[in-house]
C-alpha cells in the first residue's frame, strides 16, 4: 500500500525500475545517483530538533517547512516520524516569461507627483542569477544596488542556516566593481549564463542607467536581493528544492533588515492539480504572511500550447483525448486529476490503435507495453491537503523513442 504521507510521484520512484528513473523524465529529479540521497520537501509539526539524523541533513524554513536530504533507503521509515506530516518529491523547474511593463500601465503609477519608484522597498528574485555588473543594478557612484546574491551554484561559504552555495555581500560586489570586470569577477564569480534573470531583474528594478532612463524598470528606486539557484547537474534546470529554500532566504533577509519586499518567480512548471495544495505552493501561502514580503509570479504563459484540457464526463459516457507524439520524442508523462470519490477506467490506445485498458482502478503502479513503447500507470491517494486524486503515467521508450503519432487516452465513467 502506498504510503499517504508521501506524494505520489516519490511513491512511484520507489517503486520504479532504475532503467524506468532513467528513462522517466520525472521519477529521478530530486536524486543524487552519485551518493544515493535524495532532496525532498517536508512540512513538519513540533520542533526541528528531531529531523536530522545519521546521514540525514535538515534545511529547516520558516512556517514548519525543511528540505531534508537522506538516504533512498530511509525514506519510508522517515515518513513515519511522527512530527513528519508530508513529504514531497521536488519537481523540475522551467523559464517563465516575463511580460513588458507596457502591458501592464506601470508608467501611470510612477509618474506624477506621488509616482511609485520603489524607494525604501526591498526587491527579491530567485532566477538564473545576475549580472552585477550591469548598469542598471548600480547606484550613481558606481557602486551596486544588490545588498546580498546567494549563489546555489557555488560551494564554499553558504549563508547562515543553509549547507549549499556562496553568500556575497554588497561589501563584496562593490569591491569587485572597483576591480573591474577581470579581476571582479575572480573575486565574486558568480555570473547569469542564460541571462533570464538579469532580463527579470532589470523589468522588476533596473534604474535605466544603460539606457539613460528609457528603459527603467518598476520598482527602479528599490534595493534588491538576489538568488541564482544552483544547477545540480550538466544541462539540467534547478528544482524546487532550491527554490523554497531561496525565498526562505529572502523573507529572512527582510525581517533582519526591518524592510518590506516583494519577490517576484519567473520560474514554473505545468506538474500539479493548480489548486495550491502542494508543499511548495502552500509554503508561499503560508509564507506571504509573515511579515511586509509580497509575491510576483508569473502564470498563463503556456496557455495557447495546448498543454491542458479539462471537462465532464456524464455517466455510463466516455471522452477521448488526442495527445500527439513527435518523432525522435524521448518521453511524456501525463496526469490526470479528478474528484477521489468518481469512479473512471482509463484505455490507451496507440497510433496503430492497439489498445491497452480498461485499466483498473487498484491504489498504486500499473505496468504495460504496447510495441516499442513501456506505459508506467499509477493511481494515487489523496494527501492530506487534498481530496482530489492523481492518475499519473509515463510513456517510455523500449528503446531510445516512442512511437511517433496520435495516441488516445478515454475516460469512461465508471
Same mark, same amino acid.
Given at each position: 500500500?502506498?504510503?499517504?504521507?508521501?506524494?505520489?510521484?516519490?511513491?512511484?520512484?520507489?517503486?520504479?525500475?532504475?532503467?524506468?528513473?532513467?528513462?522517466?523524465?520525472?521519477?529521478?529529479?530530486?536524486?543524487?545517483?552519485?551518493?544515493?540521497?535524495?532532496?525532498?520537501?517536508?512540512?513538519?509539526?513540533?520542533?526541528?530538533?528531531?529531523?536530522?539524523?545519521?546521514?540525514?541533513?535538515?534545511?529547516?524554513?520558516?512556517?514548519?517547512?525543511?528540505?531534508?536530504?537522506?538516504?533512498?533507503?530511509?525514506?519510508?521509515?522517515?515518513?513515519?516520524?511522527?512530527?513528519?506530516?508530508?513529504?514531497?518529491?521536488?519537481?523540475?523547474?522551467?523559464?517563465?516569461?516575463?511580460?513588458?511593463?507596457?502591458?501592464?500601465?506601470?508608467?501611470?503609477?510612477?509618474?506624477?507627483?506621488?509616482?511609485?519608484?520603489?524607494?525604501?522597498?526591498?526587491?527579491?528574485?530567485?532566477?538564473?542569477?545576475?549580472?552585477?555588473?550591469?548598469?542598471?543594478?548600480?547606484?550613481?557612484?558606481?557602486?551596486?544596488?544588490?545588498?546580498?546574491?546567494?549563489?546555489?551554484?557555488?560551494?564554499?561559504?553558504?549563508?547562515?542556516?543553509?549547507?549549499?552555495?556562496?553568500?556575497?555581500?554588497?561589501?563584496?560586489?562593490?569591491?569587485?566593481?572597483?576591480?573591474?570586470?577581470?579581476?571582479?569577477?575572480?573575486?565574486?564569480?558568480?555570473? $547569469?549564463? +542564460?541571462?533570464?534573470?538579469? &532580463? !527579470?531583474?532589470? #523589468?522588476?528594478? *533596473? @534604474?535605466?542607467? /544603460? %539606457?539613460? =532612463?528609457?528603459?527603467?524598470?518598476?520598482?527602479?528606486?528599490?534595493?534588491?536581493?538576489?538568488?541564482?539557484?544552483?544547477?545540480?547537474?550538466?544541462?539540467?534546470?534547478?528544482?524546487?528544492?532550491?527554490?523554497?529554500?531561496?525565498?526562505?532566504?529572502?523573507?529572512?533577509?527582510?525581517?533582519?533588515?526591518?524592510?518590506?519586499?516583494?519577490?517576484?518567480?519567473?520560474?514554473?512548471?505545468?506538474?500539479?492539480?493548480?489548486?495550491?495544495?502542494?508543499?511548495?505552493?502552500?509554503?508561499?501561502? $503560508?509564507? +506571504?504572511?509573515?511579515?511586509? &514580503? !509580497?509575491?510576483? #509570479?508569473?502564470? *498563463? @504563459?503556456?496557455? /495557447? %500550447?495546448? =498543454?491542458?484540457?479539462?471537462?465532464?464526463?456524464?455517466?455510463?459516457?466516455?471522452?477521448?483525448?488526442?495527445?500527439?507524439?513527435?518523432?525522435?520524442?524521448?518521453?511524456?508523462?501525463?496526469?490526470?486529476?479528478?474528484?477521489?470519490?468518481?469512479?473512471?477506467?482509463?484505455?490507451?490506445?496507440?497510433?496503430?490503435?492497439?489498445?491497452?485498458?480498461?485499466?483498473?482502478?487498484?491504489?498504486?503502479?500499473?505496468?504495460?507495453?504496447?510495441?516499442?513503447?513501456?506505459?508506467?500507470?499509477?493511481?494515487?491517494?489523496?494527501?492530506?491537503?487534498?481530496?482530489?486524486?492523481? #492518475?499519473?503515467?509515463?510513456?517510455?521508450?523500449?528503446?531510445?523513442?516512442?512511437?511517433?503519432?496520435?495516441?488516445?487516452?478515454?475516460?469512461?465513467?465508471?
Amino acid at each position: 500500500m502506498p504510503d499517504q504521507k508521501i506524494d505520489n510521484l516519490l511513491n512511484l520512484a520507489m517503486d520504479a525500475t532504475p532503467q524506468e528513473r532513467r528513462k522517466s523524465g520525472n521519477l529521478n529529479i530530486g536524486y543524487d545517483p552519485a551518493t544515493r540521497l535524495w532532496d525532498v520537501i517536508i512540512k513538519y509539526s513540533g520542533p526541528e530538533s528531531g529531523l536530522a539524523g545519521n546521514g540525514i541533513q535538515v534545511v529547516p524554513l520558516l512556517g514548519s517547512y525543511a528540505v531534508v536530504t537522506l538516504p533512498e533507503s530511509e525514506i519510508d521509515e522517515y515518513s513515519h516520524r511522527v512530527q513528519v506530516e508530508f513529504m514531497e518529491k521536488p519537481k523540475r523547474l522551467y523559464f517563465e516569461l516575463f511580460q513588458a511593463k507596457g502591458a501592464s500601465c506601470i508608467r501611470t503609477v510612477q509618474t506624477g507627483r506621488n509616482g511609485l519608484t520603489g524607494k525604501g522597498i526591498l526587491t527579491g528574485v530567485v532566477d538564473s542569477g545576475v549580472d552585477y555588473f550591469h548598469p542598471d543594478f548600480r547606484n550613481a557612484d558606481g557602486s551596486s544596488r544588490i545588498l546580498r546574491l546567494w549563489d546555489q551554484s557555488i560551494q564554499g561559504n553558504p549563508p547562515q542556516g543553509y549547507v549549499t552555495g556562496t553568500e556575497y555581500t554588497k561589501e563584496q560586489i562593490d569591491e569587485a566593481l572597483a576591480l573591474g570586470e577581470n579581476q571582479g569577477r575572480r573575486l565574486v564569480p558568480s555570473s $547569469d549564463y +542564460s541571462g533570464h534573470g538579469t &532580463s !527579470v531583474l532589470g #523589468i522588476a528594478a *533596473g @534604474n535605466g542607467r /544603460a %539606457s539613460d =532612463g528609457v528603459n527603467q524598470g518598476v520598482a527602479y528606486e528599490s534595493d534588491l536581493l538576489v538568488v541564482k539557484m544552483g544547477i545540480p547537474r550538466e544541462n539540467s534546470f534547478p528544482r524546487t528544492t532550491e527554490l523554497i529554500q531561496g525565498i526562505d532566504y529572502l523573507v529572512r533577509q527582510a525581517l533582519a533588515m526591518e524592510r518590506p519586499m516583494v519577490i517576484n518567480l519567473s520560474f514554473g512548471n505545468n506538474y500539479g492539480s493548480h489548486d495550491g495544495t502542494t508543499l511548495l505552493e502552500r509554503y508561499i501561502d $503560508d509564507v +506571504s504572511n509573515i511579515w511586509k &514580503s !509580497v509575491f510576483c #509570479i508569473g502564470t *498563463g @504563459n503556456e496557455a /495557447a %500550447s495546448a =498543454g491542458h484540457t479539462s471537462g465532464r464526463i456524464i455517466s455510463e459516457g466516455e471522452e477521448t483525448i488526442q495527445l500527439a507524439i513527435q518523432s525522435r520524442q524521448s518521453s511524456i508523462s501525463i496526469q490526470i486529476w479528478k474528484e477521489y470519490t468518481d469512479q473512471i477506467e482509463i484505455s490507451i490506445i496507440n497510433p496503430s490503435g492497439v489498445r491497452v485498458g480498461p485499466v483498473p482502478e487498484i491504489l498504486g503502479p500499473h505496468r504495460f507495453r504496447i510495441g516499442q513503447t513501456e506505459i508506467l500507470l499509477y493511481y494515487g491517494e489523496p494527501s492530506p491537503y487534498s481530496i482530489s486524486q492523481e #492518475i499519473y503515467i509515463d510513456l517510455l521508450p523500449v528503446e531510445s523513442y516512442l512511437t511517433e503519432g496520435i495516441w488516445r487516452i478515454v475516460l469512461s465513467a465508471g
